[in-house]
């Protein structure tokens, strides 16, 4: 059984920072590639950031890059999400996902088989 779990979300003021933690398990986490995606309200899930299993390749978003930085330990099966600078407009559930072949900020999330249950991170002006 594949769980993705999802944590480190919360409330901060524009211009803090926050870091997501997502942590696997049911999976061979080294062989996967691995998101964030996220999705505010009457929105579209959108994408973030990915890694490759071997932090070799790296694809961010032109709304965040920049400021959040992607990073995957695969000796603690988990992969983070350093944000800083934040802004209003990152106000969303980060939802973290993993699949075996690369994803980048074209890939659908459609496409994606795991998904973990999401983290609120709110940001107030």
């Known amino acids: 059984q594949v769980q993705l779990i999802e944590s480190g979300g919360g409330l901060v003021q524009a211009g803090g920072s926050l870091r997501l933690s997502c942590v696997a398990s049911?999976?061979?986490?080294?062989?996967?590639?691995m998101a964030w995606f996220r999705q505010a309200p009457g929105t579209e899930r959108e994408f973030v950031a990915a890694i490759s299993w071997g932090n070799v390749t790296i694809d961010y978003s032109a709304s965040v890059k920049g400021r959040f930085t992607i990073s995957r330990d695969n000796t603690k099966n988990t992969v983070y999400l350093q944000m800083n600078d934040l802004k209003p407009e990152d106000t969303a559930v980060y939802y973290c996902?993993?699949?075996?072949?690369?994803?980048?900020?074209?890939?659908?999330?459609?496409?994606?088989?795991?998904w973990g249950q999401g983290t609120q991170v709110t940001v107030s002006s």
């Open positions: 996902a993993a699949r075996l072949t690369k994803i980048t900020l074209y890939t659908p999330s459609t496409e994606l088989p795991y």
């Open positions: 049911g999976i061979i986490f080294r062989s996967y590639y």
